[in-house]
């Protein structure tokens, strides 16, 4: 059986890898740096799945969400939208999410797999005829036996992903608001630099004015004196 494919947009190396970390073996993984790429390997691929972060380079995810959606065959592939800042997502589109699902970061390894079997998980339960039953009754025994230490080790592997998930994650999401809290300083300076020029271009124009008098007063004092000369 083929296996599903989900399609990561991310910005973030970090994240696209970890991702495909989590998903291996489970589901096919193709990746994207951001919206135009990942616009351009959706209409390729046709993903089953899209994992969209929605703070990217030249589109953020609800634009690239919308291009997607007129993408003819891509219309109702589920999109789970990501993002560390949830009230920048709440800005362009108010909750509740209607259009795509949302999974803040960091989040752990085994929601991600959790919310993306929600969606593509549709194994067709098969009935069970006696014969059958009689057969497979063996099966039933070894699923009760004490559990071995290979799924001990397997839940230590997946605690240990889950732990570099949430470490990587928590950087990127520290370093992104540090990011937006530049940014919003620097608008701040900005605009405040912005009023200083308008004030001072304002002092300017009324130096201006009184030199225009000045000028006009000097220039009727030269006419007075010239005419006291011609006298």
Not at 74 to 84: D, E, F, H, R, W
Not at 131 to 145: C, D, G, K, L
Not at 199 to 215: P, Y
Request: charged share 25%.
């Amino acid at each position: 059986m083929t296996a599903k494919k989900v399609l990561v947009i991310d910005d973030s190396i970090m994240i696209r890898k970890m991702v495909k970390s989590i998903l291996a073996g489970k589901y096919d993984v193709l990746e994207a740096s951001d919206g135009k790429s990942g616009l351009d390997a959706a209409r390729r691929s046709f993903p089953d799945l899209i994992l969209l972060d929605f703070v990217m380079p030249k589109y953020n995810g609800y634009q690239t969400l919308q291009a997607i959606r007129r993408v003819e065959g891509l219309q109702k592939v589920p999109v789970i939208m990501i993002s560390g800042l949830k009230e920048q997502v709440t800005e362009h589109v108010p909750e509740p999410f209607t259009e795509f699902d949302f999974l803040e970061k960091p989040f752990e390894a085994d929601v991600l797999v959790s919310r993306i079997q929600a969606f593509l998980t549709t194994e067709p339960v098969q009935p069970v005829s006696a014969a059958n039953a009689r057969s497979s009754a063996p099966a039933v025994v070894r699923e009760i036996q004490p559990p071995s230490e290979e799924p001990s080790l397997q839940m230590i592997l997946n605690r240990l992903t889950s732990t570099e998930t949430l470490l990587v994650q928590g950087i990127e999401n520290l370093i992104q608001r540090e990011v937006v809290a530049r940014v919003n300083e620097l608008n701040t300076k900005i605009e405040h630099q912005d009023q200083a020029i308008k004030l001072l271009n304002q002092r300017m124009d009324k130096v201006s004015e009184q030199i225009d008098h000045q000028n006009k007063g000097l220039m009727v004092i030269l006419r007075e004196l010239k005419a006291l000369q011609g006298k």
